[in-house]
């Protein structure tokens, strides 16, 4: 009689208490998790009070100062007119504008060797960049003192600008079947400018 009860008892056990453990361990791993997951959460909420409270402590002035540093986006119609704004007190017009459609595929080409030895099984990984570039093209006219003078103002612009090269040439002219050399060259410039990428 007592075996009968004690193989009544463990069949009881594996059939209905075992199963039934089981879940209850399973409910507390997964209440454990989520209250893991919610104290991370509160974590990043007083993480972005505390980024969003610096972020509103910012003077605005420096906040336009900053996007037009780095802008969110390309906008080259404005860049364009911000460097036609610069050359205007230099008496140069801008001509023959080109750009073409920047892309967000922009990235970083790094070289890393599995035996240390550059040159040896070298294994090139592409890395983002959190910014993309813009070029642009453009070609204007003026004496050499009113280039220097609109290359500096340009360099010193808010608005990050890398001249990426300059090709000049002379202007001659002609006078009564003679060409005569001018003080007014054309300038061909090349440069970049970048944008923060969201």
């Known amino acids: 009689m007592p075996i009968i009860l004690i193989g009544i008892a463990i069949a009881v056990f594996f059939t209905f208490t075992n199963p039934i453990f089981n ?27 505390k980024l969003t409270q610096k972020y509103n402590s910012i003077n605005p002035e420096n906040l336009t100062k900053l996007a037009k540093l780095l802008p969110e986006n390309v906008d080259n119609i404005r860049l364009i007119l911000e460097i036609e704004q610069i050359a205007a ?9 080109k750009y073409s459609t ?7 080409t790094s070289a890393s060797s ?22 642009l093209e453009f070609s204007t006219s003026g004496t050499y003192d009113n280039f220097i003078n609109f290359t500096k103002d340009l360099e010193s612009n808010l608005r990050i600008v890398d001249i990426s090269s300059v090709e000049f040439s002379s202007e001659g002219s002609s006078s009564g079947g003679k060409s005569t050399t001018s003080d007014i060259y ?3 410039f090349k440069i970049k400018t970048y944008w923060l990428k969201n």
């Open 23 to 49: 879940d209850i361990s399973t409910l507390k791993a997964q209440v454990t998790s989520y209250d893991e997951a919610l104290n991370n959460s509160k974590a990043l909420e007083n993480e972005r009070d």
């Open 89 to 97: 007190p230099h008496n140069m017009i801008l001509k023959d504008v």
């Open 102 to 108: 920047p892309s967000n595929a922009n990235s970083v």
């Open 114 to 135: 599995s035996n240390g030895v550059l040159g040896g099984n070298t294994v090139s990984k592409s890395v983002p960049k959190d910014y993309g570039i813009f070029e």
């Open 186 to 188: 054309k300038y061909n």
